[in-house]
Protein backbone atom coordinates (compact mmCIF):
# COMPACT_ATOMS: atom_id res chain seq x y z
CA UNK A 1 0.00 0.00 0.00
CA UNK A 2 0.80 3.19 -0.44
CA UNK A 3 2.24 5.67 2.24
CA UNK A 4 4.45 8.10 3.79
CA UNK A 5 6.61 7.83 6.82
CA UNK A 6 7.99 10.68 9.18
CA UNK A 7 10.51 8.45 11.72
CA UNK A 8 10.59 11.28 14.08
CA UNK A 9 7.42 11.90 16.19
CA UNK A 10 9.11 14.96 18.23
CA UNK A 11 11.89 17.07 17.38
CA UNK A 12 13.78 19.64 19.80
CA UNK A 13 16.01 22.48 18.00
CA UNK A 14 17.78 25.43 19.72
CA UNK A 15 16.63 28.55 18.13
CA UNK A 16 18.99 29.88 15.48
CA UNK A 17 20.06 25.88 14.59
CA UNK A 18 19.69 24.69 11.42
CA UNK A 19 16.82 21.89 11.27
CA UNK A 20 16.08 18.60 8.99
CA UNK A 21 13.22 17.32 8.96
CA UNK A 22 13.01 13.37 7.30
CA UNK A 23 10.14 12.10 5.11
CA UNK A 24 10.38 9.00 3.14
CA UNK A 25 7.33 7.59 0.65
CA UNK A 26 6.77 4.25 -0.27
CA UNK A 27 7.49 3.62 -4.02
CA UNK A 28 4.83 3.84 -6.97
CA UNK A 29 4.09 6.14 -10.14
CA UNK A 30 5.65 9.82 -10.11
CA UNK A 31 4.83 11.26 -6.77
CA UNK A 32 3.91 14.70 -6.10
CA UNK A 33 5.07 15.90 -3.04
CA UNK A 34 3.56 18.52 0.16
CA UNK A 35 4.82 19.73 3.18
CA UNK A 36 2.44 21.39 5.38
CA UNK A 37 3.08 23.27 8.92
CA UNK A 38 0.42 23.39 11.36
CA UNK A 39 0.59 25.63 14.34
CA UNK A 40 -1.35 24.97 17.56
CA UNK A 41 -5.15 24.52 17.05
CA UNK A 42 -5.11 26.14 13.60
CA UNK A 43 -5.35 23.94 10.47
CA UNK A 44 -2.84 23.11 8.06
CA UNK A 45 -0.82 25.30 5.66
CA UNK A 46 1.37 24.42 2.67
CA UNK A 47 4.71 25.40 2.89
CA UNK A 48 5.76 23.63 -0.39
CA UNK A 49 5.54 21.22 -3.29
CA UNK A 50 7.14 19.51 -5.34
CA UNK A 51 5.99 17.91 -8.50
CA UNK A 52 8.82 18.15 -11.39
CA UNK A 53 12.15 19.33 -12.33
CA UNK A 54 14.53 21.17 -9.92
CA UNK A 55 14.65 18.91 -7.14
CA UNK A 56 15.25 21.50 -4.67
CA UNK A 57 12.23 23.47 -3.83
CA UNK A 58 12.12 26.78 -1.68
CA UNK A 59 8.76 27.72 0.05
CA UNK A 60 7.46 29.65 2.77
CA UNK A 61 8.75 30.97 5.94
CA UNK A 62 12.17 29.84 4.56
CA UNK A 63 11.79 26.17 4.44
CA UNK A 64 13.04 24.38 1.62
CA UNK A 65 12.86 20.72 0.65
CA UNK A 66 15.00 18.13 -1.68
CA UNK A 67 13.39 15.18 -4.03
CA UNK A 68 15.66 12.54 -3.90
CA UNK A 69 14.25 9.53 -5.95
CA UNK A 70 16.85 7.31 -5.29
CA UNK A 71 16.06 7.42 -1.32
CA UNK A 72 12.43 7.88 -1.69
CA UNK A 73 12.86 11.08 0.61
CA UNK A 74 11.13 14.51 0.44
CA UNK A 75 13.19 16.16 3.68
CA UNK A 76 12.63 19.53 4.72
CA UNK A 77 15.36 21.97 6.07
CA UNK A 78 15.85 25.26 7.33
CA UNK A 79 19.07 26.75 7.88
CA UNK A 80 18.11 28.49 11.09
CA UNK A 81 14.83 28.08 12.70
CA UNK A 82 13.17 30.96 14.86
CA UNK A 83 11.12 30.32 18.08
CA UNK A 84 7.52 31.24 15.53
CA UNK A 85 8.59 27.62 13.75
CA UNK A 86 7.28 25.38 16.73
CA UNK A 87 4.68 23.43 14.98
CA UNK A 88 3.24 20.62 14.11
CA UNK A 89 4.28 19.24 10.23
CA UNK A 90 3.22 16.92 7.86
CA UNK A 91 4.24 15.31 4.72
CA UNK A 92 2.35 14.13 2.21
CA UNK A 93 1.80 12.41 -1.40
CA UNK A 94 -0.04 12.30 -4.08
CA UNK A 95 0.24 9.62 -7.23
CA UNK A 96 -1.33 10.45 -10.46
CA UNK A 97 -2.86 6.87 -10.27
CA UNK A 98 -5.05 8.30 -7.11
CA UNK A 99 -6.71 11.37 -6.03
CA UNK A 100 -6.28 11.27 -2.22
CA UNK A 101 -3.48 12.97 -0.62
CA UNK A 102 -1.47 10.30 1.76
CA UNK A 103 -0.22 11.99 4.87
CA UNK A 104 2.33 10.81 7.10
CA UNK A 105 1.64 10.74 11.02
CA UNK A 106 3.72 14.41 11.48
CA UNK A 107 6.63 15.39 13.38
CA UNK A 108 6.14 17.86 16.27
CA UNK A 109 8.65 20.57 16.08
CA UNK A 110 9.54 22.37 19.56
CA UNK A 111 12.09 25.16 19.37
CA UNK A 112 14.73 25.56 22.71
CA UNK A 113 15.37 29.43 23.71
CA UNK B 1 -7.03 33.06 -1.72
CA UNK B 2 -8.78 30.26 -1.02
CA UNK B 3 -10.90 29.83 2.16
CA UNK B 4 -11.70 27.16 3.43
CA UNK B 5 -14.50 27.59 6.61
CA UNK B 6 -15.75 25.47 8.61
CA UNK B 7 -18.96 26.16 10.93
CA UNK B 8 -17.63 25.35 14.61
CA UNK B 9 -14.31 25.98 15.97
CA UNK B 10 -15.74 23.92 19.51
CA UNK B 11 -18.23 22.14 19.97
CA UNK B 12 -19.49 19.97 22.86
CA UNK B 13 -22.56 17.44 22.05
CA UNK B 14 -23.84 14.51 24.12
CA UNK B 15 -23.42 11.05 23.49
CA UNK B 16 -26.10 9.62 21.03
CA UNK B 17 -27.04 13.05 19.43
CA UNK B 18 -26.92 13.65 15.73
CA UNK B 19 -23.86 15.85 14.76
CA UNK B 20 -23.30 17.60 12.26
CA UNK B 21 -20.16 19.35 11.17
CA UNK B 22 -20.54 21.80 7.61
CA UNK B 23 -17.37 23.20 5.76
CA UNK B 24 -17.65 25.41 3.21
CA UNK B 25 -14.91 26.65 0.24
CA UNK B 26 -15.29 29.69 -1.84
CA UNK B 27 -12.99 28.50 -4.86
CA UNK B 28 -15.44 26.28 -6.66
CA UNK B 29 -13.30 23.11 -6.17
CA UNK B 30 -14.49 19.61 -7.04
CA UNK B 31 -12.89 17.20 -4.51
CA UNK B 32 -13.36 18.06 -0.52
CA UNK B 33 -12.02 15.80 2.39
CA UNK B 34 -13.27 15.33 6.12
CA UNK B 35 -10.54 14.26 8.73
CA UNK B 36 -9.97 13.26 12.14
CA UNK B 37 -6.95 13.49 13.47
CA UNK B 38 -5.98 12.13 17.15
CA UNK B 39 -2.55 13.23 18.70
CA UNK B 40 -0.10 10.04 17.17
CA UNK B 41 -2.02 9.31 14.58
CA UNK B 42 -2.07 11.92 11.84
CA UNK B 43 -4.35 12.71 9.64
CA UNK B 44 -7.13 9.98 8.92
CA UNK B 45 -9.44 10.13 6.22
CA UNK B 46 -13.12 9.67 7.10
CA UNK B 47 -14.98 10.53 3.73
CA UNK B 48 -14.34 12.71 0.34
CA UNK B 49 -16.07 13.69 -2.63
CA UNK B 50 -15.42 13.81 -6.04
CA UNK B 51 -18.18 16.12 -6.79
CA UNK B 52 -21.36 17.18 -6.29
CA UNK B 53 -23.59 14.50 -4.42
CA UNK B 54 -20.50 11.82 -5.23
CA UNK B 55 -18.76 10.73 -2.25
CA UNK B 56 -16.40 7.60 -1.30
CA UNK B 57 -15.29 5.86 1.85
CA UNK B 58 -11.60 7.16 3.35
CA UNK B 59 -9.97 4.87 6.21
CA UNK B 60 -12.22 5.40 9.16
CA UNK B 61 -15.56 6.03 7.96
CA UNK B 62 -17.46 4.11 10.52
CA UNK B 63 -19.82 5.80 12.70
CA UNK B 64 -20.31 8.98 9.66
CA UNK B 65 -21.61 10.41 7.12
CA UNK B 66 -21.66 12.69 4.63
CA UNK B 67 -23.75 14.90 2.27
CA UNK B 68 -22.73 17.22 -0.94
CA UNK B 69 -25.37 18.86 -2.40
CA UNK B 70 -23.56 21.49 -3.41
CA UNK B 71 -20.25 22.15 -4.54
CA UNK B 72 -19.28 24.42 -1.68
CA UNK B 73 -20.56 22.76 1.01
CA UNK B 74 -19.56 19.41 2.05
CA UNK B 75 -21.32 18.08 5.56
CA UNK B 76 -19.86 15.03 8.15
CA UNK B 77 -22.30 14.17 9.85
CA UNK B 78 -22.21 11.84 13.19
CA UNK B 79 -25.66 9.82 13.61
CA UNK B 80 -24.83 9.11 16.62
CA UNK B 81 -21.98 10.38 18.91
CA UNK B 82 -20.01 8.48 20.76
CA UNK B 83 -16.84 9.63 23.45
CA UNK B 84 -14.12 7.65 20.56
CA UNK B 85 -15.39 10.09 18.12
CA UNK B 86 -14.19 12.92 20.37
CA UNK B 87 -11.16 14.41 18.23
CA UNK B 88 -9.85 17.30 15.74
CA UNK B 89 -11.76 17.43 12.52
CA UNK B 90 -10.00 19.03 9.22
CA UNK B 91 -12.09 20.03 6.42
CA UNK B 92 -10.00 20.36 3.16
CA UNK B 93 -10.67 21.04 -0.57
CA UNK B 94 -8.81 20.82 -3.53
CA UNK B 95 -9.27 21.55 -7.54
CA UNK B 96 -9.33 18.22 -9.22
CA UNK B 97 -6.15 16.66 -10.43
CA UNK B 98 -3.59 15.38 -8.64
CA UNK B 99 -0.95 17.74 -8.97
CA UNK B 100 -2.84 20.54 -6.94
CA UNK B 101 -2.67 20.87 -2.89
CA UNK B 102 -5.43 20.60 -0.38
CA UNK B 103 -6.71 24.03 1.42
CA UNK B 104 -7.21 23.09 5.22
CA UNK B 105 -10.01 24.81 7.40
CA UNK B 106 -9.45 25.98 10.84
CA UNK B 107 -10.78 22.71 12.20
CA UNK B 108 -13.54 21.82 14.67
CA UNK B 109 -12.39 20.48 18.10
CA UNK B 110 -15.44 18.05 19.09
CA UNK B 111 -16.29 16.79 22.59
CA UNK B 112 -18.46 14.19 23.25
CA UNK B 113 -19.43 13.53 26.88
Known amino acids: AQSVTQPDIHITVSEGASLELRCNYS??????LFWYVQSPGQGLQLLLK??????LVQGIKGFEAEFKRSQSSFNLRKPSVHWSDAAEYFC???????????FGSGTRLSIRP | DVKVTQSSRYLVKRTGEKVFLECVQDMDHENMFWYRQDPGLGLRLIYFSYDVKMKEKGDIPEGYSVSREKKERFSLILESASTNQTSMYLCASRRQGTHYEQYFGPGTRLTVT
Open chain 1, 92 to 102: AVAYSSASKII
Open chain 1, 50 to 55: YFSGDT
Open chain 1, 27 to 32: YGATPY
